[in-house]
């Protein structure tokens, strides 16, 4: 089969990835943008005047197709990717990047959209349907349908140099990633590692056919290095060289891609009639301005700095007295936050690991899901996977109606990105009667099974996994009309609320005795280790605070300055940017925005923000649980019916306030991060 339009004749209308080659991709979506034109021109070319139902409506479920070839070829791209995936992407993504200005550029098709919206107020729409129209009708205001015909060719123009450069951003750190390897013959190279680690390192170098062990920027291989390895030099050796990826002057260098893209982003909002990149972005947010935002970060920066400089000092005396260390550095954070830890709490990670298999921690997610909103995970194997390591889920409700697919892919590979995240094959919608369930994905890197051992997970590793199910749950529970709105389709500062309010669970102990069990003797984790999680739940909470608020602030740095064509460094302008939250001593080699995949390849710029945003409503929706039950029905089923099944068909606040019965205050956080008492 040489074309991919043709082949979703499969159980679930799930992803025929077996019958998938790399060279369908490329003709298949040429002619897909083909077929969505024509349903496009149908819409314009309609004889009768503009109505929801033949414009609104027909844009919305026009290019379908179109849209489930590019998310699965997306999502290879980051999962499953290789030099032909790649190149493919390089190709496509400046002419889907062509085609989507062809629709929002489209002078005849903005006419019928714009008759529509400026009689929006004579319609009887529902409120799914006003938020259709409103965001259909931005779609083309905010995106150049406005500009003259010279200055649409220059949004053309900025929007396929930013889709090449966000793409070559990308590949780059995972060429970087995978070029690395720390290769150890010494065994007193690895002295303080736990046991699990150096097999894992060993079996590493064994599958190269390798003497000794190998350490990778993988995170399974990079964490337990950074955390227990007593050798310093080696510390600040791996340290310099996963801070510098992409900064080091050569083929893969990213800084003048990071000035292209904050100037031609820039350029972009200034020619739509905006300030600033920020101006742009934030206007469709919970913030809605760039003031909001940095005010928010430097009233909690104004009260998380004092506990962090504290804990810094504390940091600091510690590893003096341990080990004689005159001077902290990046390389002896997470090696002796690890050993404080220890002796303030008893606790570390190799004590919690044997309890946090991951098949556990997966059934663990699944009950928990099953006790607040009566899902069924069941395992199948009759549909197809992208890789043999990726799990296939069906998922019921009590009345056995499908809800969803899920997918889980938890291990690194060489064609996989780092990090974490969910994303979707099919989205959930209803057309002509027939409602359509979605297709979710989860993928991560956590640490792989060794021969020995299977894959126990670091307590850190736990709250991730609960992480991207909670957005996966936010996918699963979808329950709208239009595709556009359902699901993760909401304001980026909402998106990580479902995420984040489910990581607290993993520290209630009535949660935990439902999956936290011993891998050899099934021992339920003893309550003395709850209480130790829970106390030390908040150990560096103020040097943490300070980490993600200067991430942050790097990101705003970036897109809310309103001269970035006078940027001439990057790292000079990241270190100002820096200067207020820097705990550490600067090192000269390293670099993070070249390496800042969130702002430069991901979504998030001007949005780095919501993470901590989100925590103000997860830390306060989870404290509406904890006044009454954790796993309380009846509050689970308002979060279910009015954030989780709802997507973007209302504004988040509305959502939020008809769940909690008022705004979210920013007191359970910090009483949460124990910033106040």
Not at 93 to 115: C, Q
Not at 319 to 347: M, N, P, T, V
Request: aromatic fraction near 12%; charged fraction near 30%; glycine fraction near 4%.
């Amino acid at each position: 089969m040489n074309t991919l339009t043709a082949i979703f004749s499969t159980k679930y209308n799930s992803a025929p990835f077996i019958r998938i080659e790399n060279e369908h991709f490329k003709p298949a979506i040429l002619k897909l943008i083909e077929e969505t034109k024509s349903e496009i021109d149908a819409i314009i070319t309609n004889k009768e005047n503009p109505t929801f139902e033949n414009t609104i409506e027909a844009l919305e479920f026009s290019g379908q197709q179109l849209d489930r070839v590019t998310s699965i070829f997306f999502n290879l791209n980051s999962a499953e990717t290789s030099e032909d995936i790649q190149k493919i992407a390089q190709e496509i993504s400046p002419i889907l990047s062509d085609f989507g200005n062809d629709i929002t550029l489209n002078e005849d098709l903005f006419k019928r959209v714009k008759a529509v919206y400026e009689i929006k107020e004579s319609l009887d729409l529902t409120t799914e349907q006003q938020t259709l129209l409103n965001k259909k009708y931005k779609s083309f205001s905010r995106n150049g349908a406005n500009l003259n015909e010279e200055d649409k060719n220059k949004l053309r123009e900025i929007d396929k140099k930013l889709s090449k450069l966000k793409l070559q951003f990308g590949e780059n750190i995972l060429a970087e990633t995978n070029k690395y390897e720390l290769h150890l013959t010494n065994g007193d190279d690895l002295s303080g590692l736990p046991e699990g680690a150096k097999e894992a390192a060993k079996q590493l170098a064994e599958s190269k056919e390798k003497e000794g062990w190998l350490i990778t920027l993988d995170y399974p291989s990079y964490i337990p290095f950074m955390t227990y390895a007593d050798n310093r030099e080696l510390r600040e050796q791996l340290s310099k060289v996963a801070g510098s990826k992409a900064f080091k002057g050569d083929a893969l260098d990213n800084q003048q891609i990071v000035l292209d893209i904050v100037n031609l982003r820039f350029e972009r909002a200034n020619l739509l009639g905006y300030k600033t990149h920020s101006h742009f972005v934030l206007e469709e947010r919970m913030a809605q301005t760039p003031e909001t935002v940095l005010n928010f970060s430097n009233d909690l920066l104004a009260k998380a700095k004092p506990a962090a400089e504290e804990e810094f000092k504390n940091l600091e005396d510690f590893a003096k007295d341990l080990d004689g260390i005159d001077r902290l550095e990046k390389w002896d954070s997470a090696y002796y936050s690890e050993k404080l830890k220890q002796k303030l709490f008893s606790l570390d990670d190799e004590q919690l690991k044997p309890y946090f298999k991951l098949e556990n921690v997966i059934d663990g997610a699944f009950e928990i899901a099953g006790k607040l909103f009566d899902l069924k995970f069941e395992e199948i194997n009759d549909i197809d996977k992208y890789h043999e390591e990726v799990l296939t889920y069906k998922v019921t409700n009590n009345n056995g109606d499908l809800v969803s697919i899920f997918y889980a892919d938890f291990f690194p590979r060489k064609g996989k990105r780092n990090g974490a995240w969910m994303t979707s094959y099919k989205p959930q919608f209803v057309k002509d009667g027939i409602e359509e369930r979605p297709h979710v994905s989860i993928v991560c890197n956590f640490t792989k099974p060794t021969k020995s051992k299977p894959s126990l997970l670091t307590f850190n590793e736990v709250t991730t996994l609960f992480h991207e199910f909670g957005h996966a749950l936010h996918g699963m529970l979808a329950n709208t009309v239009y595709p556009s709105l359902s699901g993760t389709s909401v304001f980026w500062d909402f998106v990580e609320l479902p995420s984040q309010v489910m990581e607290n669970w993993c520290f209630e102990q009535e949660a935990l005795e439902l999956f936290a069990k011993h891998y050899e003797t099934g021992e339920v984790i003893p309550m003395e280790l709850v209480n130790k999680i829970k106390e030390s739940a908040t150990f560096h909470e103020g040097m943490q605070t300070l980490r993600q608020l200067s991430f942050g602030l790097l990101d705003m740095s970036w897109h809310a300055g309103e001269a970035p064509n006078t940027i001439k460094s990057v790292k000079e302008f990241e270190d100002e940017a820096f200067k207020d939250t820097n705990l550490f001593p600067d090192v000269k080699e390293n670099c993070m925005s070249t390496a800042f995949a969130h702002i430069f390849q991901g979504g998030y710029s001007s949005g780095y923000y919501s993470y901590k945003w989100a925590e103000v409503l997860d830390a306060d929706a989870f404290d509406y649980f904890k006044q009454n039950d954790i796993f309380n029905k009846e509050i689970a089923t308002k979060f279910k019916d009015n954030v989780l099944s709802q997507g973007g068909t209302e504004n988040p606040m509305v959502l939020y306030k008809r769940f909690r019965g008022q705004e979210p205050k920013p007191e359970a956080l910090l009483k949460r991060a124990g910033l106040i008492k």
